[in-house]
């Protein structure tokens, strides 16, 4: 764990030399104060020599003024080294996320994660930067404060270093507990979070229905979690911090003792013994800084510990021979899979399907028969746990995801839009497309008519998830998208599905336009927007219970027909 997390210094290795050889003269410069005090009782003052004291007192701040420099250069380069290694871990981290297969989404909730992307790897920075630094100062000065006592008095020195030892039992023994309360406090955070991106996320729905006392209850509950393991993670703080002080300040009482004693006897004279007393406090500051060491290194380290649990998720991997999909035509077929999700229930039971180049097949059947999953599927999106998928003859296993998912549109019930311009978001599909090609994908979606009567045009904020623009506009977009991106193959999944009547006669306009030349799979549950595709499949409980053109399903009075009948009579009652 440790040697991952030094692998991140190695592309800033040489900022972080120069700022521990700043922090390695800054504390050669704290050592100069006792030493020349000591000279001056010793020396300078019994002597009366006026003019050495004023030349050492005129090095003295000579020494502050480079100190004070090499300071800022810690302080602003040092935290620099930590800000760009937590740069590099959140790009390494981001990255990884792209990489992930569906199912880890399915099972981690989006604010757990963006928890580990800021809260952890800001307390990583920390660490980043003041861990080595306070660490290689503070054995700079008990190193150093250590010679130069024994020049001293060697034993009265090792009577006082002798705590050290002492400190670090202390130290070792409760670390454990302090790792336990400070990994227990970041999961509770994490939890926190994901509740307020929720929560955040549905505050329209929460004002719908007029749950905001629900809503404040639900975040209390994680709250009041996140305090307890607080609370948990400064008592073991609070133990380790009275603890280590208590070691401290008996350190004071045994300097004062011993080096009163060791004066009494004459063994040590005056200015020796001030010089202890100053060394001593110089002394102290190393320590607490190696307890504030202790402090970060926890929440460092467990910070980390999440990061890599990220990094170390298996991601969606290639087969070793996969080839790139080219010349594609468009031909699917489904040769007896079968498919379940982590929960290990069974979603799909030895599904046979054939769509032909250009042809276009409609899904249905009742909900959580299996449909949006073979949608999903098609895109490689899950791996098969039996059977094989095939496009113009070629395995999917075969295939690089990259050239499988060019060739692929989804147009989803749910759109999702990104926070930007209706420019950029349909770019999305064609990063690359200029913006002649953006416009003409609009016109043939019909939203460009709309776009025009916005102040910004194509360049207006749609806000987060298209939050200004209505239903039928966002699958406007959603379409144009598609549109640019020209795939051969479409996958339409409930597209009109949560629109009225009249928004769905223009997005099926679109739609209609959008499958011409395309083989095309259509999931919907308005059996009148699929009465002339091509093929019907009806699947329930993960089966392919009957499959046909509309009047032959209809012909054979089974699924299909009962399907339609209900709709049929449900939409005569309406009118």
């Not at 006026?50 to 003024?65: D, E, Q, T």
């Not at 409760?174 to 994901?194: D, G, L, P, Q």
């Not at 939203?447 to 025009?452: E, F, G, L, P, S």
């Amino acid at each position: 764990m440790i040697r991952r997390f030094i692998a991140y210094y190695k592309p800033h290795r040489r900022l972080f030399l120069l700022d521990l050889i700043s922090a390695f003269f800054i504390s050669v410069c704290d050592l100069f104060y006792p030493i020349i005090t000591r000279d001056m009782l010793n020396d300078f003052i019994p002597n009366h020599e006026m003019r050495l004291l004023f030349i050492w007192a005129f090095v003295l701040l000579v020494i502050y003024i480079i100190k004070a420099l090499l300071g800022y250069f810690v302080q602003y380069y040092g935290h620099l080294v930590g800000v760009y290694m937590q740069a590099d871990m959140r790009r390494d981290i981001f990255i990884h996320l792209q990489k992930l297969p569906f199912s880890y989404y399915d099972e981690h909730e989006t604010g757990k994660i963006m928890s580990r992307m800021i809260n952890d790897l800001q307390d990583i920075a920390e660490l980043a930067h003041h861990g080595p630094e306070d660490l290689f100062i503070s054995l700079i000065m008990m190193i150093g404060a250590f010679a130069y006592l024994c020049t001293i008095n060697v034993s009265l020195t090792i009577i006082i270093f002798i705590f050290i030892p002492i400190l670090i039992f202390f130290c070792m023994q409760i670390r454990k507990s302090m790792t336990a309360a400070f990994m227990e406090s970041r999961v509770k955070v994490a939890v926190v979070n994901a509740n307020l991106e929720n929560s955040i996320s549905g505050i329209r729905v929460s004002k719908a229905f007029t749950n905001d006392t629900f809503e404040v209850d639900k975040f209390q509950k994680g709250n009041r979690a996140f305090v307890k393991a607080r609370e948990k993670a400064y008592k073991a703080m609070g133990h380790f911090y009275s603890g280590s002080n208590f070691i401290i300040d008996l350190l004071n009482v045994v300097v004062l003792v011993a080096g009163g004693y060791y004066t009494f006897q004459g063994w040590i004279n005056y200015g020796d013994f001030v010089a202890y007393m100053l060394f001593i406090n110089q002394f102290i500051n190393p320590i607490k800084k190696l307890i504030n060491f202790m402090e970060q290194f926890q929440n460092g380290m467990t910070g980390f510990q999440r990061f890599c649990e990220i990094v170390d998720e298996p991601i969606e991997e290639e087969s070793a021979a996969a080839h790139e999909l080219k010349n594609i035509k468009g031909e699917i077929t489904f040769d007896h899979v079968s498919f379940h999700y982590a929960d290990g229930k069974e979603v799909l039971n030895d599904v046979s399907l054939h769509i032909k180049p250009g042809e276009k097949l409609a899904l249905v059947g009742p909900s959580g028969g299996g449909k949006t999953t073979i949608c999903h599927l098609i895109p490689h999106f899950y791996p098969l746990d039996q059977g094989t998928i095939a496009i113009d003859g070629q395995n999917l296993r075969d295939l690089t995801f990259a050239s499988l998912r060019k060739n692929i549109g989804i147009v989803q019930q749910d759109v999702f839009l990104f926070n930007g311009s209706i420019k950029e978001n349909i770019a999305y599909g064609d990063l690359g497309a200029s913006e002649e090609a953006i416009i003409e994908a609009a016109k043939r979606a019909n939203i460009h008519d709309y776009v025009m009567t916005l102040p910004n045009g194509y360049d207006t904020n749609i806000g987060e998830r298209g939050v200004k623009l209505s239903g039928g506009q966002k699958q406007r977009l959603s379409i144009a998208r598609v549109f640019l991106k020209n795939p051969p193959i479409l996958i339409l999944d409930e597209a009109t599905s949560a629109l009225d009547n009249t928004t769905e006669i223009l997005i099926q306009e679109a739609l209609d336009e959008l499958c011409k030349g395309r083989t095309t799979l259509v999931v919907a549950h308005r059996l009148s927007t699929i009465k002339n595709a091509d093929e019907i499949v009806v699947i329930t409980g993960g089966e392919v219970r009957e499959q046909g053109t509309h009047e032959e399903l209809l012909a054979q009075n089974g699924i299909y027909h009962k399907l339609y009948e209900s709709q049929f009579r449900t939409q005569e009652e309406m009118r």
